[in-house]
């Protein structure tokens, strides 16, 4: 069983996949964190994540263990991530990786869900059931910004808001895999809802797919 969960910047998917994991007992893999590892092993060399050469060489010697790495979450990596996911050489080298864990979901489970922007379209178009989350773009900026208060980072509305258009900009722009839904897609708008509505909604739609 594999279950697919895209959507654009804190539309609420790694909340809503980890959890449906963990109710499942399926295996879990962010995507996102895999472009983030990209782009963080190029700024920590002083590289350009822009640059196809480098972006697509750190692609390629990327490691599981670059997937713990503890920075993934700044600001600087967050950008430099949409734009390695830009490069379709960068989307290339990291195909087999998802599909390797999706069709062999490690510790031996029976399913994986995966989250990220282009898992119902191009990484497992055979995915069992999809998800689409969205969400104004107002919502999603009020709920990165609390989330960084609370981790105890500075943080300012108004560049939150910006930083996240941005990167949606980047992200539903590109040539290769951009953000859309899959057309089987179920649409899930988590503007006004919150984490276990989201749940619920979701663990209703996989058991009737399940029936
Ligand atoms: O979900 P996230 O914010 O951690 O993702 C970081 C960046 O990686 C994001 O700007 C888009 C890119 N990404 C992608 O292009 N495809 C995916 N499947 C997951 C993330």
């Known amino acids: ?34 472009y983030r590892a990209v782009a963080a092993k190029i700024l920590a060399a002083g590289g350009d994540a822009e640059n196809p050469e480098t972006a ?49 979901p490690p510790g031996r489970r029976n399913g994986a869900v995966l989250d990220g922007r282009d898992i119902g379209t191009v990484v497992c178009p055979e995915a069992n059931v999809k998800f689409f989350l969205t969400a104004s773009v107002e919502a999603r900026a009020a709920r990165r910004h609390k989330e960084l208060i609370e981790r105890g980072e500075e943080s300012i509305y108004a560049r939150v808001l910006q930083d996240l258009r941005e990167r949606d900009a980047r992200d539903s722009g590109r040539a290769t895999a951009p953000l859309r839904a899959a057309e089987d897609a179920v649409r899930l708008d988590t503007s006004s809802m919150d984490a276990d ?8 739609e996989i058991a009737r797919r399940r029936d």
């Open 56 to 104: 697509t060489a750190a692609a390629r010697a990327l490691e599981p263990i670059d997937l713990e790495r503890d920075d993934l979450r700044l600001e600087t990596v967050s950008q430099a991530a949409s734009k390695v996911a830009a490069i379709p050489s960068v989307r290339a080298a990291l195909l087999d990786f998802q599909r390797d864990f999706a069709d062999r």
């Open 197 to 204: 509505q989201a749940f619920a909604v979701a663990m209703a």
């Open 1 to 34: 069983m594999i279950i697919a969960v895209d959507g654009p910047v804190a539309a609420g998917k790694g909340t809503l996949a980890r959890r449906l994991a963990a109710a499942l007992d399926y295996a879990y893999l962010d995507t996102g964190s895999i």
